[in-house]
């Protein structure tokens, strides 16, 4: 089991525009190719997790029967402070506080399976400062943003990561690092 940060960024590092649009990822040729491995990803997925303002853009933008589409009755905890309104027949938690907790909840959820941290950058850097995060997995798209919400909003040094593959998917390049926890760099 691996707690996996699955995303898609801009070339110059941004999740999002300044509004917190992703219409710019959807305009790149040969995003549906990009897309294709999306599949065999969640089928290795046991439990997932997004910040509020990722489950906001999805419940403003996506029909509600999608959710179940694309994740059917997978198990998602959203770390918000607020309230928000549910997806209907979606299996969601809404939590506040520390990962740490959360994370043991998610991995004895998805049991052998793993753990995809959907978005956003700064709850990614939460995981990866308790050590809890093992991969970042991220589809580079050739488009310049300028500005928006950053992929991964911490220091993290290169001796914590490894380049474990590289692929490209149309016009995006996908990179995967193993992370090291940061205990064991001490």
């Known amino acids: ?27 790149v040729d040969g995003a549906d190719e990009a897309q ?3 599949a065999g990803f969640l089928a290795q997925v046991g439990a997932m997790c997004m910040g509020a303002t990722t489950y906001e853009w ?5 029909p509600p029967e999608n959710w179940s589409k694309y994740y059917g009755d ?4 959203v770390f918000t402070h607020r309230d928000l309104p549910a997806i209907p027949d979606a299996n969601l938690r809404f939590v506040a ?33 308790a050590g809890l995060l093992d ?18 909003p911490r220091r993290i040094l290169s001796s914590r990561m490894r380049l474990t593959a ?8 996908e990179l995967r690092y193993r992370l090291a926890n ?5």
């Open 74 to 77: 997978l198990p998602c905890w």
């Open 135 to 152: 991969d970042v997995m991220v589809s580079v798209a050739p488009v310049t943003l300028g500005a928006g919400a950053p992929l991964l």
């Open 166 to 173: 590289v692929q490209q998917a149309g016009q995006f390049v």
């Open 36 to 38: 294709a491995g999306m």
């Open 1 to 27: 089991m691996a707690t996996q940060y699955y995303t898609a960024t801009s070339l110059d590092g941004y999740l999002a525009d300044t509004e917190h649009s992703l219409t710019w990822l959807f305009e």
């Open 182 to 186: 940061p205990a064991d760099q001490r």
């Open 58 to 62: 999805v419940v403003a933008n996506e």
């Open 97 to 129: 506080g520390p990962v740490e907790s959360v994370h043991r909840e998610m991995a004895a959820a998805a049991g052998a399976r793993n753990i995809w941290i959907v978005g956003g950058g700064d709850l990614a850097g939460q995981f990866a400062d």
